[in-house]
């Protein structure tokens, strides 16, 4: 249902940019960036609010969905999280190493 809500909801702002209902505004919305190329960020998926959006750019659009991501997160989750970031770093570390004690032969 979510999934289907957010194609909806992206298609909306699309078609109301389109026909002029929903202005970009002409830079980020986060008062100390004031970058161009905003997005629209959508306040809720819900049908009724489909038009509410904030408009950020690529980066602060990012952060803010970072952050909404770590506040979800349990310890066990980040744990968890840290374990794997820490498997696949070492893998690379063999990797980079084996590759290196290819050359050198």
């Not at 819900?46 to 979800?72: F, N």
């Amino acid at each position: 249902m979510r999934a289907g809500g957010v194609v909806l909801a992206v298609v909306a702002v699309r078609a109301a940019v389109r026909a002029g209902t929903l202005v970009p505004w002409p830079v980020c919305a986060v008062p100390e960036c004031n970058q161009r190329y905003v997005q629209a960020h959508h306040v809720s998926y819900a049908e009724d609010m489909w038009l509410e959006v904030v408009w950020l750019c690529r980066r602060c659009h990012t952060e803010l969905h970072a952050e909404h991501r770590r506040s979800l997160q349990t310890p066990a989750s980040r744990r968890r999280e840290r374990r794997i970031w820490h498997r696949r770093r070492k893998a690379l570390q063999s990797e980079d190493t084996f590759m290196a004690n290819c050359m050198i032969s």
